[in-house]
């Protein structure tokens, strides 16, 4: 809806901290997008459920970095930001889109 988005492929530690990264921006703001595009209330718990089925994506796609992906998920959940590190790695896969074709 906004043009920005996480680099497409198999969930990585890199990739988790960009999801993470977007939903702390929604959660701060307040809102975010369903998946028809329409605008709905961010709440405390909508970014909980998302950023829990983080780990439960990489379980399914069988990654390696699951256990690193659940450290980075309770890590934000309790400080309700991202570590450094991470934040770093996030803005590495967030692809901004200025102008959709």
Known sequence: MEGIYVETGPMDAAKAAAHLYLHLRDLERGFTYDHECRRVPMTWQLFEARSRYLVEICGKQGGRECGEIEELVE?????????????????????????LI
């Open 75 to 99: 890590e934000a959940l309790l400080h309700r930001a991202l570590p450094k590190w991470a934040e770093e790695l996030a803005l590495r896969k967030i692809i901004r889109i200025s102008q």
